[in-house]
C-alpha cells in the first residue's frame, strides 16, 4: 500500500505515513511484528493524535503507529465506555484501598523521582522487558517529546504527622477530544497490595467522567497475552473491528 493509500484510509490527506521492518513480537512468542507510523507535529498534531487514536493507532513521543502484522490481528484496540461505567462491589473495593491516595496533575516534565519509580517498578516486574535498560534520559525523552496536550497524572500519599507526600505511581496520558489516552502507567511495586495498577484505570474512568469525556483509550488488548489480559476485566469494553468499535461480547470473555 502506498503513502497516499495510507493517507486516504486513515483520512489524513497529505500525511506521510511509514512501515518497520519485522521485528520479534513483544506479547507472542514466536511471532513478527510490523507497524505503520507517522510522525505528531506542528499545530494539527493534537487534532491528529485523537483522529488516529480513534482509529486504533497509539503515541510513543512524538511517533503514532498502528501494528500491521502479517497474518495476525491479535492486537486489537480497547477502549473503556465512562458514560456507562458502573462501580461493582470489587471496584468499590479497589478505591476504597486507596481512599487516602491524592491525584495531582502535572505538565509533561520529567522528575527524579517519577524516575526512580519507574525503575523500580521496572526492575520488579519488567526486568527483561524492552524498557529494562531506560536510563533517566530515556525516561526524560517518553515524557517530553510530545507534540500534542499531554499530562503527567502522579498519585501521592501524604505522611499524617509531616504533611511530606510520597509518589506511588504515575501515568503519561493524553487528553483527547473524545476522551483520555493512557500512554504508560507505573506505581510502587512496594505498594502492591493496593492494586494500584487498578486503582490508576479506574481514577481515569472518574476524571474522564468529571471532564465530560466519553472514552478511557488502553491500548491494545491482545488475546493470549497474559499481560495484557488485564484490560477485558474493565468492562464496559469497546473494540475496533472491521465494522467499527462494538462492544466487547461479555460471554467471550470474564468481566469483574
Not at 511509514?18 to 507510523?37: D, M, N, Q, S, V
Not at 474512568?205 to 491500548?219: D, R
Request: aromatic share 10%; proline share 4%.
Amino acid at each position: 500500500m502506498s503513502n497516499e493509500d495510507f493517507a486516504r484510509r486513515f483520512g489524513l490527506e497529505g500525511g506521510e505515513f511509514y512501515i518497520t521492518a519485522p521485528a520479534p513480537c513483544p506479547y507472542l512468542k514466536g511471532r513478527r511484528e510490523r507497524k505503520i507510523f507517522s510522525y505528531l507535529s506542528g499545530d494539527g498534531a493534537s487534532s491528529t493524535n485523537a483522529l488516529l487514536t480513534r482509529r486504533g493507532f497509539r503515541r510513543s513521543q512524538n511517533l503514532i503507529y498502528l501494528p500491521a502484522c502479517e497474518a495476525c490481528n491479535a492486537c486489537v484496540p480497547v477502549r473503556i465506555v465512562a458514560d456507562d461505567f458502573h462501580l461493582t462491589r470489587s471496584r468499590r473495593r479497589a478505591l476504597s484501598r486507596n481512599a487516602d491516595v491524592i491525584r495531582r496533575i502535572r505538565s509533561p516534565r520529567a522528575t527524579g523521582e517519577q524516575f526512580s519509580l519507574l525503575r523500580a517498578y521496572l526492575d520488579a516486574r519488567h526486568g527483561e522487558g524492552g524498557m529494562a535498560d531506560m536510563t533517566v534520559l530515556d525516561y526524560a525523552s517518553m515524557v517530553e517529546e510530545t507534540a500534542v496536550d499531554t499530562i503527567v497524572i502522579e498519585y501521592l500519599l501524604k505522611d499524617e504527622e509531616t504533611g511530606d507526600e510520597r509518589l506511588i505511581g504515575a501515568a503519561l496520558t493524553d487528553r483527547l477530544t473524545d476522551g483520555l489516552s493512557m500512554v504508560y502507567s507505573f506505581f510502587e511495586p512496594e505498594e502492591e497490595a493496593r492494586g494500584l495498577g487498578r486503582f490508576m484505570i479506574l481514577d481515569h474512568v472518574s476524571f474522564a467522567q468529571e471532564l465530560g469525556l466519553p472514552y478511557v483509550y488502553l491500548g491494545y488488548w491482545v488475546n493470549g497475552s497474559d499481560k495484557m489480559d488485564y484490560k477485558k476485566r474493565f468492562q464496559p469494553l469497546e473494540m475496533l473491528g472491521p465494522t467499527g468499535w462494538t462492544r466487547m461480547d461479555r460471554q467471550a470473555v470474564a468481566a469483574e
